[in-house]
Structure formats: C-alpha cells, structure tokens
C-alpha cells in the first residue's frame, strides 16, 4: 500500500510533465510506447516466474484452454453459459480492450489539466469501482465504507468546484470539457480493475474445487494489455522524431514510464492479495501529496497555484483592507496572560 502511495503522487507528476514535453502527441504515442513497454516488461517477468517454477501447471491450463461443463458444476446453457466455459484470458482481453481505450483518454487530457485537479478527478474512481464492484462481483459494502466514499466524493466535488472558481495563473488548464472526458476514463479505468479483480476470484474458486495447492493466480501471467493503433502515420512519426530526438523529452519519458511501472505493478498485486476497492482508497491518499508537491517548480510546468488557497488569502486581505483602522481586539499570550489591546479607532467593531 505505502508503494502505492509513492509511485501515485510521483505518477502524477511525471504525467503532468510527459504530457506538456510531448504536445499534441502525448495521446497516441504514450498510449502506443506505454503498452509495448508494459508487453516487454510483463513478459520478462512472466519469464523469470515460469523458470523459477512459480507459474503452476493448473495456472496455464485456466488461462489457455476452454473449460468443461462438469467443471462448472451448473447449467451452462445460454450467453452466461458460454461465457464461464471460455479460457481465462477472457479477462486479459475484456481488461486490455477496456483500460487501453481509459488510458488513451487519460493521455489525451492530461496536458490541458493541473495536476491538482488531475488527482481530484482521480477521486471519482472510487465510488465507480465500488458499483461495478456490486454489479460484476455482487460485493456488499457496510455503512461505514459508503459513508468514507461518500466524504471522498464530496470533498472532490466541492474542491473542484472552487478550483474551477479560482483564478488560475496558467492559460489552458483544467478545461471542462477535458475534466468530462477524464472523468469518464475514470470509470472506464475502474470497470477494467474490477474485471481483473473478477479474474482473481474465478481463478480462486475453481483452484479450490480442483484442491490446488496455489489458489492465486500468477500477476504477471494476466497483465498483458493491447495495443491501441490507428491509421494516424503523420502523428506516429512526428511524435516518435520528437521523443528520440530531445533528449530532456525522453529523459523524462523514460522517468514516467518507471513511476508507471512500478504503481501499475503494486496495483495489480493490491488487487490480487485484497480488492479494487482498497486499491483506489490508497491512490485517494495520494491526493494531499501530490497537491503539495504540486507547489514545487517542476521542470516544463512550474507551480501550480492551489485556488482555494489563493482565494482564502484573498478574503483575508479583503477583510483586512476593509477593517484598516477599526477597533479591534489582539490576544497576546492568550489564556496565559490574557490581555485584550485596542486600536485607536472612534469606532469599535
């Protein structure tokens, strides 16, 4: 959970950063480099588990080939029926086709939003986990777990309302037609998460029916994604001429893609040892870490102002200005010696 937290807010970041370095290419090409990446990687470690032998017989078996009727123990008649007799790796593709089109979303708007407002709109894969959770899974939450969703949503909600209120110090950001779009990559992203979740609860009960002595299921032997291609030939060259030829854009490429990595990997390890719903709480907390943050001079983006605090010092110097001269009580040392002293004012307020 704590590598969830760090690699989340510092994803962040580094998203922020790759999507302004490569322009009007951040969508296609970080999509297209982040999957061949993530193919690359997963199979070398897909690799090092079979030659350790940590990837079981039984593990291949599920995922690779169909499964019988008499395995399943019910009728299998109809859509349903031939669903469950399908081979695991129904989920890979569901979960690919679906987190691939979320992440081209993602890239495609990251760039004309702060990041402030990129983790409050991360907010909202939440409570969108938690409903696909209740229809794929048929989970059931107790009070106190939708009463903590609840404060996350609201919290969300009313800070992105003040940001978008706030006076923003850089043109092009947090565009509301990019803040709807990400948002509804959000719930694409949970559906995705929750479908990998269903592939670990599958897995755990037809291992127990077979009395396997492994009842989890490999991570790296179902983390492959697509793909996402499209006929945009111009797009793909110049965005790739861009990435090879500065060096500062790949540096930092290179550095995103790491952070990606790594927060990817320890979210597909939450998700198979506990839930999605616990996974995206510990990326909620990423959110007053990446806010601070925020506040440093990153490289190609700056600071980012927090609104709501502009506007709180705002009112404050307002209340300031209209009160110069007034007759007003300062505590000193208060309750230790508690003395009320006045300004000079004809009249007291």
């Known amino acids: 959970m704590l590598l969830v937290v760090i690699c989340g807010t510092f ?35 897909l690799s090092f588990n079979v030659c350790f032998g ?22 299998t008649r109809g859509i349903r029926g031939f669903f469950k007799r399908l081979p695991g790796v129904k989920f890979a ?14 890239f495609s708007t990251q760039g004309s939003l702060s990041i402030i407002m990129y983790k409050l709109l991360q907010q909202f894969i939440v409570p969108s986990t938690l ?19 609840l404060l996350v949503v609201i919290v969300a909600v009313v800070a992105i309302v ?29 559906c995705a998460f929750v479908v990998k ?48 030829s500065d060096a500062m854009v790949a540096r930092w490429f290179a550095f995103y893609m790491t952070v990606n990595v790594l927060f990817n990997m320890s979210l597909y390890y939450l998700i198979a040892y506990a839930s999605s719903a616990l996974a995206f709480l510990c990326v909620t907390v990423t959110l007053p870490a990446s ?26 110097a307002n209340l300031e200005a209209r009160d110069n001269g007034c007759r007003r009580p300062r505590i000193c040392c208060w309750p230790l010696r508690g003395r009320l002293q006045w300004r000079a004012s004809p009249q007291p307020t």
């Open 11 to 45: 994803n962040s970041i580094t998203g922020k950063i790759r999507a302004v370095a490569l322009g009007v290419y951040s969508g296609l090409i970080s999509n297209l480099v982040c999957e061949i990446m993530y193919f690359l990687v997963y199979g070398l470690l």
């Open 54 to 75: 940590r990837v079981p017989r039984e593990q291949w078996i599920w995922v690779l080939f169909p499964r019988k009727s008499d395995e399943l123990g019910y009728s």
């Open 93 to 106: 593709a569901l979960a690919g086709i679906v987190e691939v089109s979320g992440d081209y979303l993602i």
């Open 131 to 149: 409903i696909w959770s209740v229809i794929l899974l048929r989970s059931r939450y107790i009070l106190q777990e939708l009463l903590a969703v």
């Open 162 to 190: 003040t940001s978008s209120e706030g006076e923003g110090d850089t043109s092009g950001e947090d565009s509301v037609s990019d803040a709807l779009i990400f948002g509804l990559a959000m719930v694409i992203q949970s």
């Open 197 to 244: 979740e269903l592939m670990f609860v599958e897995f755990s009960a037809h291992a127990q029916i077979k009395n396997c002595q492994i009842t989890n299921l490999n991570v790296f032997l179902m983390a492959p994604r697509l793909i996402f291609s499209d006929d945009v030939a111009d797009i793909l060259t110049n965005g790739f001429i861009l990435l090879l």
């Open 291 to 316: 806010v601070i943050l925020s506040l440093f001079n990153w490289p190609l983006i700056g600071s980012s102002a927090v609104p709501w605090i502009q506007h709180g010092n705002k009112v404050r």
